[in-house]
């Protein structure tokens, strides 16, 4: 069974400082998603990353995909109470079962003004 | 989340109850799959239908659950005979192929046994 090890599980920071989201396996994944959910909703996705070593941006948020396509980091910079929610990586495993992914536990963002 | 209906969003079963979860995917979406998140817990896969067939069912629990994707209507998630430990928040997401993931979730059942 492959898992997603997420970390960290809480984090509180103030407007304006940098954060990174770290997301990790032993095993290899075909693709790796980062969702954020609000409270009382479904996640929504914000990217997907599928090439080993790939870097996407998205505003103030830079996604990675690992070299050997094992693990995964979201970094934001300065941080907006509106970053606030919670995010999850989710991996597509290599043996690619009808589009079933594995979720981290991920990680509560908490940022204050 | 628009394009994924789930319903009820609130759903309260006394235990012994049977709970029917409904999900009516994106249209052009022939793909769906249910997960379950428990408190302060990622998402579980729980099973994956197309119309009219079950293609993975490996995260269902072997008693008492049950999912369908009949022909015409949504999709349906059965819980019979609940008990505390179900209750959960269950997402529906749905995808135009199978096999890539491209997910659009539901807003979410947010189910409590009492």
């Known amino acids: 069974t492959q898992l997603l090890e997420q970390s960290p599980q809480f984090l509180s920071i103030q407007e304006g400082e940098n954060l990174t989201v770290y997301c990790n396996s032993s095993s290899v994944f075909s693709s790796l998603q980062w969702y954020r959910q609000e409270p009382g909703e479904g996640p929504v996705l914000l990217v997907t990353v599928v090439t080993g070593g790939e870097v996407k941006k998205l505003k103030r948020l830079t996604f990675q995909f690992g070299d050997a396509r094992k693990d995964s980091s979201l970094h934001i910079t300065a941080a907006q109470p509106g970053d606030t929610g919670l995010y999850l990586c989710a991996g597509l495993p290599s043996y690619n079962q009808g589009g079933k992914l594995i979720f981290g536990q991920g990680t509560e963002l908490s940022v204050k003004p | 989340n628009a394009g994924v209906m789930q319903n009820p969003r609130h759903l309260v079963r006394r235990r012994g109850q049977e709970a029917r979860l409904r999900c009516s995917p994106m249209?052009?979406?022939?793909?769906v799959y249910w997960y379950r998140q428990l408190p302060e817990e990622g998402l579980k896969f729980m099973v994956y239908l197309q119309k009219e067939n079950i293609i993975d069912e490996s995260g269902m629990p072997k008693e008492r659950f049950s999912a369908e994707f009949p022909k015409e209507g949504p999709s349906i998630l059965r819980i019979q005979q609940v008990v505390r430990g179900d209750s959960a928040a269950y997402f529906c997401?749905?995808?135009?192929?199978?096999?890539?993931?491209?997910?659009?979730f539901g807003s979410g059942t947010r189910l409590t046994v009492v």
């Open positions: 997401a749905s995808s135009p192929l199978g096999g890539e993931a491209s997910y659009t």
């Open positions: 249209k052009g979406h022939s793909h």
